[in-house]
């Protein structure tokens, strides 16, 4: 089996290109899609990299950062985070 290698990746590093990525042999990026219980905290680079991503031919796993101190808390951030990752395709 082949260790596949891959990035985190969200607003803090920048611009990536991913084409350099992927030609460096990652396989992978999984991406920050925001935190917190409003769409308004989606991580603004979110989009573009996803777009740019796929478009490099990276496989795409997504997290959202939680700080949730409650089931009920727990449940919005969960909403919101699937509200923007809507309509998106992810291998992870």
Do not use: H
């Not at 992978?28 to 478009?55: C, H, L």
């Amino acid at each position: 089996m082949k260790m596949r290698k891959g990035l985190d990746i969200s607003q803090y590093q920048g611009n990536p290109d991913f084409a350099q990525v992927k030609a460096a042999g990652y396989d992978f990026v999984i991406m920050r899609a925001g935190f917190g219980k409003s769409i308004t905290q989606k991580d603004p680079v979110f989009e573009t990299n996803y777009k740019n991503a796929k478009a490099a031919g990276l496989d795409v796993g997504v997290y959202w950062y939680s700080y949730a101190q409650s089931a009920e808390d727990a449940k919005k951030e969960a909403q919101v985070c699937l509200q923007a990752i809507a309509g998106k395709q992810f291998e992870y």
